[in-house]
């Protein structure tokens, strides 16, 4: 796409250059100036007279597959670029005459571009080293540029009848030549240029699967198309499918790649590790498939939809709706999807290869232990980077991948608790006389008290629901541990210690898990909601 902007940036130029003399005089900024649409219809037939050509081209040799290639796509883009950006800058989208033919020009650049992709993918996909998936996805990236090459005739004969209509001279496709034929034999050029050295090879491989991990987990909404039937694709827009949203997801991509080619290609690692040139290919694919979603998606909410779409198009569009949402959802957010997932499964490989292992102690949650939020938390941040860590207590390992196995642990942590508690209130004076059943309740709510006011216990609920009646048989220590216990099962108290629990396996995970603790497991000890660090964004899609 070197070329493409390239030119748009030639065109840029022209165009400054050719109204200068309008900005420049005192006039312009305040009075509009029409030009007569004579004048204009001279201007845009020498204009586009070759993106004509090359319409007429496509719709008279339509049935020949030689009238699609990549270097006649080019020019299709060029032409249509520059001829679209001087009808912008005359004003023609806002022109009831020349609208219509202004949108379609529009058009003729878009599925040229998304045509360009598909032959990129097409061309490039032996390259890419792709794990298999279920679907074929050759078939059909071959199925979608067959559908692209009848909107782009489609598209150039109802171009050329409008030029007519306007007045435009229509240019003979005479000195037709093999221009764009492309013949491209086979083989490719020996891979003959010394390989980059870098410092750490392990620490090159794991930032960047973890980057496309961390990329990954924002990008859910590829995997969403596959349980959506056709019939109810429009009502994925625009939530959660919007121009928007994939646009923001392919700036993600294109990003990752230029990481790839900055840090890992031509590394003696990238020889070495046979994982990363595939990676770099499940990066490129997703990347291009959603350079397509991206357009499709422009003409669908631009021109297709019912409520911000064009109604110069919307009337007699160049490819039916039913068809564009085909090749959007079902080919390249579903392949995006498909590919996405098999990249992720690839870099938990990466990071199970290239894996420190460490340890870290840290504390337990401070509100009510383990409980759902902190072990769910746990669990999706050792499962987003596919590593194996394990969660131990008093030399009781429990497997940190799985929210249940870690939530066991409050068991023991409890207990840990319990025992705590029973030598903190052997320190306190005690009644040493029998009590009566009032007395009994005065002097246990008497110690929560002195407890919670020396942090000892955290009160979430007052006034404290005690037991209507107390065994006046056990001695007052284990009246009182066992009614701490009951509030404590409850949910009305808790018990303050400072615990602690270690995390073994890989140090990159182990460093999230630390930031996770530090940051009271996204609670405080009330079990409010507290915000996470930015390094932790995936845990909150």
């Known amino acids: 796409m070197l070329e493409h902007f390239k030119l748009k940036r030639r065109s840029n130029a022209v165009l400054r250059h050719e109204f200068q003399s309008t ?54 883009l060029s032409q249509a670029l520059q001829t679209e950006e001087l009808l912008d800058a005359y004003g023609a989208r806002n022109n009831r005459q020349w609208c219509r033919f202004r949108s379609l020009v529009a058009a003729i650049k878009l599925f040229a571009n998304v045509t360009y992709e598909l032959f990129h993918i097409h061309h490039c996909l032996p390259s890419y080293r792709l794990l298999p998936i279920e679907r074929d996805f050759p078939g059909a990236t071959a199925r979608c540029l067959k559908i692209t090459h ?13 030029a007519t209509d306007l007045g435009l001279a229509i240019p003979a496709t005479t000195g037709w030549t093999e221009n764009y034929t492309e013949h491209l034999p086979a083989g490719r050029l020996p891979r003959d240029r010394s390989a980059r050295r870098i410092k750490s090879a392990a620490e090159t491989a794991t930032h960047l699967a973890t980057a496309y991990l961390n990329l990954a987990a924002k990008s859910e909404l590829l995997n969403s198309v596959e349980k959506i039937q056709p019939k109810d694709y429009p009502t994925c827009f625009p939530d959660p499918i919007s121009e928007e949203s994939l ?34 290919g499940h990066i490129s694919v997703v990347f291009r498939l959603l350079e397509i979603a991206t357009y499709l998606i422009h003409y669908y909410e631009r021109h297709l939809n019912v409520h911000t779409g064009d ?25 995006a999807g498909l590919y996405l997932t098999c990249g992720r499964c690839l870099c938990h490989t990466m990071l199970k290869h290239y894996a420190e292992t460490g ?25 987003h ?22 939530f066991r642990a409050n068991e023991k942590i409890n207990a840990h608790k319990r025992h705590w508690l029973v030598s903190e209130i052997a320190r306190l004076p005690l009644p040493q006389t029998p009590l009566s059943d009032n007395e009994t309740r005065a002097a246990v709510l008497d110690i929560i008290v002195r407890l919670a006011q020396q942090s000892k216990l955290i009160v979430y609920q007052q006034p404290l629901q005690l037991s209507e009646e107390f ?64 390094e932790l964004a995936y845990l909150r899609r």
């Open 23 to 76: 900005k420049d005089h005192p006039a312009s900024h305040t009075t509009p100036v029409l030009i007569d649409n004579e004048q204009f219809i001279v201007l845009i037939t020498e204009r586009a007279a070759k993106l004509l050509w090359i319409a007429r081209l496509l719709a008279e040799r339509s049935p020949q597959p030689i009238s699609l290639s990549r270097p006649l796509i080019i020019d299709v």
């Open 471 to 534: 065994n006046k048989d056990g001695i007052l220590l284990e009246t009182v541990v066992k009614e701490i216990a009951r509030l404590q099962a409850t949910g009305q108290l808790d018990i303050k210690t400072d615990l602690n629990i270690a995390f073994v396996g890989d140090k990159r995970v182990l460093k999230d898990l630390e930031l996770l603790a530090n940051s009271g497991y996204g609670e405080d000890y009330f079990g409010n909601n507290i915000a996470l660090p930015k």
């Open 359 to 383: 340890r870290i102690d840290v504390p337990v949650p401070s509100y009510r232990g383990f409980h759902v939020r902190p072990s769910t938390l746990v669990a999706r941040i050792v499962r």
């Open 385 to 406: 980077y596919g590593s194996e860590v394990i969660m131990e207590l008093d030399g009781q390992p429990y497997d940190a991948g799985t929210p249940m196995d870690i």
């Open 247 to 280: 646009r923001y997801l392919k700036v993600g991509f294109h990003c990752l790649q230029s990481l790839y080619d900055t840090y890992v290609s031509e590394t003696e690692i990238e020889y070495l590790d046979d994982d990363l040139p595939t990676l770099r």
């Open 150 to 162: 009848k909107v782009l005739v489609r598209t150039a004969k109802w171009l050329l009848l409008h």
């Open 311 to 335: 109604s110069t198009l919307r009337r007699k569009p160049v490819i039916a709706l039913k068809t564009l949402l085909s090749i959007l959802m079902n080919y390249a957010i579903a392949f």
